[in-house]
């Protein structure tokens, strides 16, 4: 059974870091694209990240360039999110989700993980 | 990006009702879109995917539609279990945005 387990989240004051890791196990992780998603309370999902099956090519959502930066250790079947300069409005369950090749879809997803910004 | 675009935001329904509910690409050239359902505190569950086809395990009262940039989901007779949100998502571009949500309650 796929299964996805996110880590990492907690509280931290605007301008810090926070780093998320996302393991996943009951499939050939290192076949998969990966992708963060997340949910700021009350809202919707919003995309925020993508990383190839190899973690050569990654793509982020306009929201986050240059402050976090996604990453994956096929050796030890996780996925990274490591965010830098932390606003406000990043406050959100931050969850992993498995993407099927050929036919695009996010057909697996972890329980999510809780980030809170604030003073 | 390409902006995804849902209709209606809120519905109200009965059970036993058919649902329908629209999302609408600003571009594409394919039938990448796919449904999820959310329920409260959980995380999202693929629905559809490929426009059409149905994910394994979901009831057959669940039915997708459409092409390129307009796209339907369908519930042919709502059932208890199905009053949740729901979310299109287009994935013609690497930037994998999703609509902003149909929340559908019991009248």
């Known amino acids: 059974e796929v299964h996805l387990v996110e880590s990492g989240g907690g509280l931290v004051q605007p301008g810090g870091s926070l780093r998320l890791s996302c393991a996943g196990s009951?499939?050939?992780?290192?076949?998969?694209?990966m992708n963060w998603v997340r949910q700021a309370p009350g809202k919707g999902l919003e995309w925020v990240s993508h990383?190839?099956?190899?973690?050569?090519?990654?793509y982020y959502a306009d929201s986050v360039k240059g402050r976090f930066t996604i990453s994956r250790d096929n050796a030890k079947s996780s996925l990274y999110l490591q965010m830098n300069n932390l606003r406000d409005e990043d406050t959100a369950v931050y969850y992993c989700?498995?993407?099927?090749?050929?036919?695009?879809?996010?057909?697996?997803w972890g329980q999510g993980t809780l980030v809170t910004v604030s003073s | 990006d390409i902006q995804v675009t849902q209709s209606p935001s809120f519905l109200s329904a009965s059970v036993g009702d058919r649902v329908t509910i629209t999302c609408r690409a600003s571009?594409?050239?394919?039938?990448?879109l796919a449904w999820y359902q959310q329920k409260p505190g959980k995380a999202p569950k693929l629905l559809i995917y490929?426009?059409?086809t149905l994910q394994s395990g979901v009831p057959s009262r669940f039915s997708g539609s459409g092409s390129v940039t307009e796209f339907t989901l369908t519930v042919s007779s709502l059932q208890p279990e199905d009053f949740a949100t729901y979310y299109c998502?287009?994935?013609?571009?690497?930037?994998?945005?999703f609509g902003g949500g149909t929340r559908v309650e019991i009248k």
């Open positions: 989700a498995r993407e099927i090749p050929f036919l695009p879809q996010f057909d697996s």
């Open positions: 990383i190839s099956s190899g973690g050569l090519t990654m």
């Open positions: 571009q594409g050239n394919s039938s990448y």
């Open positions: 009951g499939f050939s992780f290192s076949n998969f694209r």
């Open positions: 490929a426009a059409s």
């Open positions: 998502q287009q994935l013609n571009s690497y930037h994998r945005t």
